[in-house]
């Protein structure tokens, strides 16, 4: 099991060990989750279907590998890699309820199989059980890491709410929002990574940096997909943040930059997607994308998601452990051109 990237034949041997020690991963993920209620046991086999690319499990064992020469995936790795994960699943499940969504890797989510009570429950026990896992390292300081990654993600989860249909919101905020709900917890995998490899402060700060730059530049990809992705090929329900009242980056830029009359007619589309929901809105989706994509706005997004892996990049040089710091060069550059 790994995440899905193009990488040169010279980084196979990092992406081998890094696969075999996801397998360790998966393996203590379900073990922590095991429960003697089956009602419980078939939500988490279900939620288990959610693990996706497994991108924080990854970027905690290579940054493990990238913070100290010849460093080697211990069990420390395996337990974080399980713990972000935890944290991430919980964070899907509750996004779901949020979103009202109906489909996450292609299957129906936890709301729709059994209904939001039980899914916010469900988000609820993850993040216990993250923590309880957490607890059985020797060293408090993954689990206060961690715990203030949890509540910076929680943190940017409101602000995001309290700006719902706030068709004024500004650039500054919206990066802010995604620096919070999703940067924190990325940034968190890759501190934790080179932490467990024994890597001194200096290196533990510039993995999380690179963390927190990819992390955004991820969501922003994530907020594009859910413009101009197709169902079949994400794999979840899209429409969602526009139909929410949710603004993105390139929705923001056209709102910012547009004529009053183009402005007006933007929001028009916006309000009626709203009201409609994403089924019903077709027509004005399509329309709305077009504006997005003539007027530069779409490309806006990718630029600065681009900008964002660039910076990326120059905080990971700080990594002395080659090839792994290349590996994740990679895993940077995939994170902006993915499809899903």
Request: proline share 2%.
């Amino acid at each position: 099991m790994s995440m899905p990237i193009s990488i040169p034949e010279e980084l196979e041997g990092v992406q081998g060990e890094i696969a075999r020690a996801l397998d360790l991963v998966a393996a203590r993920f379900e073990e922590q989750l095991v429960c003697d209620l089956p009602a419980v046991g078939e939500l988490c086999a279900h939620v288990e279907r959610y693990r996706g690319k497994m991108l924080r499990p990854t970027l905690v064992l290579a940054s493990g590998l990238a913070a100290c020469e010849d460093a080697e995936i211990g069990e420390a790795h395996v337990v974080l890699s399980a713990v972000v994960e935890m944290v991430h699943m919980a964070t899907l499940v509750h996004d779901d309820v949020l979103d009202d969504a109906a489909m996450r890797r292609g299957a129906p989510t936890v709301g729709r199989l059994r209904g939001n009570e039980a899914a916010v429950i469900l988000g609820d026990y993850l993040i216990a059980s993250a923590f309880h896992l957490c607890s059985q390292l020797e060293s408090q300081r993954a689990s206060l890491l961690v715990g203030r990654a949890s509540m910076t993600v929680a943190q940017g989860e409101l602000l995001q709410l309290h700006n719902r249909d706030n068709f004024s919101l500004d650039e500054r905020t919206y990066l802010e929002i995604l620096e919070r709900k999703t940067a924190a917890l990325i940034a968190i995998a890759c501190e934790l990574g080179a932490w467990a490899s024994g890597a001194g402060e200096e290196v533990c700060r510039s993995m999380a940096l690179f963390g927190r730059e990819i992390g955004v530049a991820f969501q922003i990809q994530d907020d594009l997909l859910d413009l101009t992705g197709t169902e079949g090929v994400v794999g979840k329900s899209l429409g969602l943040d526009v139909a929410n009242g949710k603004l993105t980056l390139s929705l923001i830029h056209y709102l910012e930059s547009a004529e009053a009359n183009d402005r007006g007619r933007a929001l028009e589309l916006i309000e009626s997607i709203a009201s409609n929901g994403v089924d019903g809105s077709t027509t004005e989706s399509a329309e709305l994308l077009e504006i997005l994509e003539a007027s530069g706005s779409i490309e806006h997004a990718r630029a600065t998601a681009r900008a964002r892996i660039e910076r990326a990049k120059r905080h990971v040089r700080a990594a002395p452990g080659l090839p792994a710091r290349a590996f994740l060069e990679a895993i940077a550059d995939e994170v902006i051109v993915r499809r899903r």
